[in-house]
């Protein structure tokens, strides 16, 4: 059975006439990396916050079908112990500093601190997740003295030190610079093959297709279409469909029409 | 950019090294000690005997110090002429301006409390320049304050810089836009809706945002919170907040027995 399984989930937020997702099943393996894309409105938060539990633990609205982690039903579970398997780390690093905190490490560990993870134990938990996403020499700084992309790998460690079943992302590096998002990538990949669950929400395509291991597009609310990033990335469907496509499909798909390029389309 | 709002001075220091709740009990009891002890002198020789070396002792004193001349001799002063020139006590005028007298009584009242507020303010300063916001609050959830109400205190502290900073940000590109600032009130009366607008819908945007950030760091999880500092609290000290307990319990005592 798959580690996440989503039957036939439709959600509304409250004071909305349409459904912000419609009848999606999907379902990730363990340790599987699975990319999201889709055009602005599609629906890709809102899988990430159903797939976290706070549609509808935290936003309310109507839900039906069914979300399932790790074996547990979203709907008869608490946000609090969900949190515990499921972690989420969205877009816009600065509102994901919590506010609490002086320096970047005790940022870290405030999630620890708000599960009663023992002292020792969370400071090693700290110093090993900082060292995954390279931030070591930040660790005495103050994380609203930072960078926007300073914050985001803040912002993701703060959720990896937690050690979810499920990572959950939102366009984790969307102020990062292409060393930060290769190394960030890497990163996750390598979250992925120690046996993590990934779902990531990117709009940078190029880097799903050398990390993600299955792309799912979503429009409208609906999945349109899922399988190897080589094969979604360059359908047809998605040109249609108004999705990004990366320089290279798109130079590859104009040479095509005009006669230039004879092979598949590339990635 | 501002980062924090915190006076917290780090330094290697007995004062700092002190668990919060007792300096905070101490504070408390110095300025209790002032305001109810029937001995004239006594706000004074708080000021002079403990607060001044407590600020030594905490090795802030350079802080404390500018912070004294600055902010609070200020405040004192002012409180001190309001009390002398307006406080009908007393009837041997030693010193008049215009129709405003000054009397032995009025100036020997607005001494004292001036002092009361001297020390009041300054104990406070010393106890903000020697105590960490987080351990504080870290001590305090520890003890039983609820920690949604630890976190609006602290996260406000920070917050509220960042908040600054970013309306100077929608300011300048608003006046990027020609938006009038710096004309006649009436002007820039009216250029403030431009501005609130952007602030406050996107501080509610960011509200919700936080409180789904924390959420997903277990902030509501019903597990028993740890911390990362580790804030001592050695008997002796304990004995120390009962036995400044007993101080201000005396000194209130001997108000009321004096009265």
Known sequence: MAFVNLQNVTYQYPLTKTPALQNVNLQVNEGEFVAIVGPNGAGKSTLCYTLAGFAPHFFKGEMSGTVEVAGKESSKSTLDEWVLNVGLAFQNPFNQISGAKYTVFEEIAFGLENIGVPREEMKSRVEDAMALTGIRDLAERSPYSLSGGQQQRVALTSILVMRPKLLVLDEPTSQMDPIGTREVFGTIRKMAEEGMTVVLVEHKVEWIAEFADRVIALKDGSVLLEGKPNEVLTSELLAEHGFGLSRYTSTAREAKKRGIWKKKICL | ?259
């Open chain 2, 1 to 259: 950019m501002h980062e924090r709002l915190s006076f917290h001075i780090k330094r290697d220091s007995v004062i700092h090294k002190l668990n919060p709740l007792t300096k905070l009990t101490l504070i408390l009891a110095l300025i209790l000690i002032s305001f109810t002890s029937p001995w004239y002198w006594t706000p004074h020789v708080v000021l002079l005997l403990a607060v001044i070396p407590l600020s030594g002792l905490g090795r802030v004193f350079p802080e404390f110090f500018k912070a004294a001349t600055r902010l609070i001799l200020p405040a004192a002063g002012f409180l001190f002429l309001m009390q002398a020139f307006f406080q009908p006590i007393g009837e041997e005028v030693i010193f008049k301006f215009y129709f405003l007298d000054i009397t032995q009584e009025s100036l020997m009242f607005a001494f004292r409390n001036a002092m009361r507020v001297f020390v009041m303010i300054s104990a406070f300063t010393l106890f903000l320049l020697t105590t960490h916001p987080s351990e504080l609050m870290s001590d305090l959830t520890r003890r039983g304050l609820p920690g949604q109400f630890a976190y609006v205190i602290i996260s406000t502290l920070q917050i509220l810089p960042q908040m600054q900073a970013k309306a100077q940000t929608i300011i300048a590109a608003q006046r990027s836009r020609g938006l009038d600032t710096e004309s006649t009130f009436l002007k820039r009366a009216g250029s403030v809706l431009p501005l609130v607008g952007p602030l406050v819908f996107g501080s509610l945007v960011e509200v919700e945002e936080r409180a789904i950030a924390i959420e997903a760091r277990g902030f509501t999880s019903k597990n028993s919170k740890t911390s990362l500092h580790e804030i001592p609290d050695p008997s002796f000290e304990k004995t120390i907040r009962w036995a400044l307990l007993m101080l201000v319990i005396l000194s209130i005592a001997a108000n009321l027995w004096l009265s």
